[in-house]
């Protein structure tokens, strides 16, 4: 692929990935796509397969960013405790951080792709357990070093702390109220103080 074509790839996804993501895979047209971009039918399909490989592209675009922004916040310390407490401070302006994404990623292509799109929906899935498994390494790496104590396996306290914050995540966006993220995050900087820290 030539420098020229990377750069006409890399500009589509960029460009797409917030459409995709905030109206659907279903309720993306191809009208959309040309509009935003300004290039024609024929100039996107000749960087993609179909419509489907681009939708998955653009899911991958905005997945990136968001591992590497909770990449950044798990390993600023040297403490397990520190590093989560950065990652729940990341959540508390998440609505923010994902407001040029047209929204939550995990939440919009996983609830919009649940009954269209089994690849998209399966990205979801994998990318869930990705940072539940960076959530529990911080957690298991915190317990053998001595510094927290935990009650539950270190992947079963990922997965609860995850869902909470999913689940605020979704709670907020449905009502369009943050005071459910902020409200939900205070209270499990709270709960992980209570259940780790020794």
Do not use: W
């Not at 890399?10 to 993306?28: C, D, L, Q, R, W």
């Not at 000749?46 to 991958?60: T, V």
């Not at 298991?140 to 510094?147: I, R, S």
Request: with cysteine; net charge positive.
């Amino acid at each position: 692929m030539t420098k020229k074509a990377e750069r006409t790839t890399a500009y589509i996804i960029e460009t797409v990935a917030p459409i995709f993501n905030k109206h659907g895979y279903i309720g993306t047209s191809m009208s959309d796509l040309t509009e935003a971009t300004g290039l024609t039918k024929g100039a996107i399909y000749g960087n993609f397969e179909n419509k489907e490989a681009l939708a998955l592209s653009a899911f991958e675009h905005n997945r990136n960013m968001l591992l590497q922004a909770i990449d950044a916040k798990l390993g600023t310390g040297q403490e397990a405790l520190s590093n989560l407490y950065s990652l729940l401070n990341f959540y508390k302006q998440y609505d923010v951080f994902t407001l040029p994404m047209g929204g939550c990623p995990l939440l919009n292509v996983g609830v919009d792709a649940q009954g269209n799109n089994k690849l998209l929906a399966a990205a979801v899935r994998e990318t869930i357990k990705e940072i539940e498994g960076k959530i529990a390494l911080v957690l298991e790496n915190g317990a053998k070093q001595n510094e927290i104590k935990l009650p539950v396996p270190p992947l079963q306290f990922a997965r609860q702390l995850f869902t909470m914050v999913q689940g605020a995540v979704a709670m907020s966006t449905m009502t369009q109220d943050r005071k459910y993220l902020v409200n939900t995050i205070n209270y499990l900087e709270y709960l992980v103080k209570q259940e780790l820290k020794k």
